[in-house]
C-alpha cells in the first residue's frame, strides 16, 4: 500500500497571502495525484487531478504541481471560504490512498 | 444536476451489518465509464477509500475491509449499496458515496469528481 504524507498538519495563514502544501507518496505515483478539499460539516471537493489539472469550476488561484513522490499544492492568495482541510490521493496503485490531510487555518 | 445521497441507520449494533444505499440522480449508474465508490472518514480524522462497484456489478475493495464487505448496483433503481459485516466501534465513521472516473484510454483516472453529503454511522449498542 502507498502511504501518503501530508506537510504541514496545519498551516497558518493571513488572508491574501499564499499557502504550500506537500504531500509526499512512499513510492512514485507518476502524476496520478489528486487534491481535494474539506471545509467543515461538508463533504470533499475535488479540486486538482493529474497532479495540476485543476477541475470544472475551481479557480484559478489553486495550482498543483509535481509527480513522482513529491507534488505541492499552492494557493495564491487566500480567500475565506478556503480555510479548511486539503486532502491528496494517489490513484496510481490500489488500494487507493489518501493523506491525512492539512487544516489550513486563519492566523 | 448529477447528485449522490446516501441513506441507511444511523446507528448500528457491534457485529451486525451495515447496509448504505447510495441514490444516484441526474446521471444513469450504467452510463459512461463511471465507478462508484464509498469511501468513510472517522470522526476528526482522515479519508479512507473503501470501494467501488462497477455498473456491470464488478468490484474491487480495500484489502483492510475485503473480507467483510459486499457491494452491488442495482441499474433499474439508479442506485448502489454497501455492506460491512461483524461491525466494531472502529466502524463508526461518515460514509461518503462517490463517482469515479476509471479510465480514460489507458490513463488511470480513480479519483472522485463528485461526492454525497455524507450519512454518520454509529456503532453503539
Known amino acids: 500500500e502507498i502511504v501518503m504524507t501530508q506537510s504541514p498538519a496545519t498551516l497558518s495563514v493571513s488572508p491574501g497571502e499564499r499557502a504550500t502544501l506537500s504531500c509526499r507518496a512512499s513510492?512514485?505515483?507518476?502524476?496520478?495525484l489528486a487534491w481535494y478539499q474539506q471545509r467543515p460539516g461538508q463533504a470533499p471537493r475535488l479540486l486538482i487531478s493529474?497532479?495540476?489539472t485543476r477541475a470544472t469550476g475551481i479557480p484559478a488561484r489553486f495550482s498543483g504541481s509535481g509527480s513522482g513522490t513529491e507534488f505541492t499544492l499552492t494557493i495564491s492568495s487566500l480567500q475565506s471560504e478556503d480555510f479548511a482541510v486539503y486532502y491528496c490521493?494517489?490513484?496510481?496503485?490500489?488500494?487507493?490512498?489518501f493523506g491525512g490531510g492539512t487544516k489550513v487555518e486563519i492566523k | 444536476q448529477v447528485q449522490l445521497q446516501e441513506s441507511g441507520p444511523g446507528r448500528v449494533k457491534p457485529s451486525e451489518t451495515l447496509s448504505l444505499t447510495c441514490i444516484v440522480s441526474?446521471?444513469?449508474?450504467?452510463?459512461?465509464?463511471?465507478?462508484w465508490s464509498w469511501i468513510r472518514q472517522p470522526p476528526g480524522k482522515g479519508l479512507e477509500w473503501i470501494g467501488y462497484?462497477?455498473?456491470?456489478?464488478?468490484?474491487n475493495y480495500s484489502p483492510s475491509l475485503k473480507s467483510r464487505l459486499t457491494m452491488s448496483v442495482d441499474v433499474p433503481r439508479n442506485e448502489f449499496s454497501l455492506k460491512l459485516s461483524s461491525v466494531t466501534a472502529a466502524d463508526t465513521a461518515i460514509y461518503y458515496c462517490a463517482r469515479d472516473l476509471g479510465y480514460s484510454g489507458f490513463d488511470p483516472k480513480w479519483y472522485f469528481d463528485l461526492w454525497g453529503r455524507g450519512t454518520v454511522v454509529t456503532v453503539s449498542s
Open positions: 441526474g446521471v444513469s449508474v450504467s452510463s459512461g465509464n463511471y465507478y
Open positions: 490521493q494517489q490513484y496510481d496503485n490500489w488500494p487507493l490512498t
Open positions: 462497484v462497477s455498473y456491470s456489478g464488478s468490484t
Open positions: 513510492q512514485s505515483v507518476g502524476s496520478n
Open positions: 493529474d497532479a495540476s
